[in-house]
């Protein structure tokens, strides 16, 4: 079955750290773009950051620039979001994408071939 699976999600206090992880399976990810996006409450979903594979740039929202890092272990057929430094405002669901080839950039359109169930992280003491 091809699919994505994160994990490592939860619960974390403010200036803390977390790394989400997502798992890919049934397909491997060396040519696919990969994407990790977010939706607070009450808000729409947003990129955060975004890696191409087509002339390896990588994207990051202005509100995580700095803090957060997006990468991937091949070997592993994984992708990973390490978040530093988190605030309340990072809260919000967490989604990673993949998107064979893709496009530079970080738009939610970008995105059609496979996305993970979304995870939970709150920020919050």
């Known amino acids: 079955q091809e699919q994505l699976v994160e994990s490592g999600g939860g619960l974390v206090q403010p200036g803390g750290s977390l790394r989400l992880s997502c798992a890919a399976s049934g397909f491997t990810l060396d040519y696919y773009a990969i994407g990790w996006f977010r939706q607070a409450p009450g808000k729409e979903r947003e990129g955060v950051s975004c890696?191409?594979?087509?002339?390896?740039?990588?994207f990051y929202a202005d509100s995580v620039k700095g803090r957060f890092t997006i990468s991937r272990d091949l070997a592993k057929n994984t992708m990973y979001l390490q978040m530093n430094s988190l605030k309340p405002e990072d809260t919000g669901v967490y989604y990673c994408?993949?998107?064979?080839?893709?496009?530079?950039?970080?738009?939610?359109?970008?995105?059609?071939?496979?996305w993970g169930q979304g995870i939970p992280v709150t920020v919050s003491s």
């Open positions: 890696f191409s594979v087509t002339d390896d740039t990588t």
């Open positions: 994408a993949a998107e064979h080839f893709g496009h530079s950039g970080c738009s939610m359109s970008y995105y059609t071939d496979y």
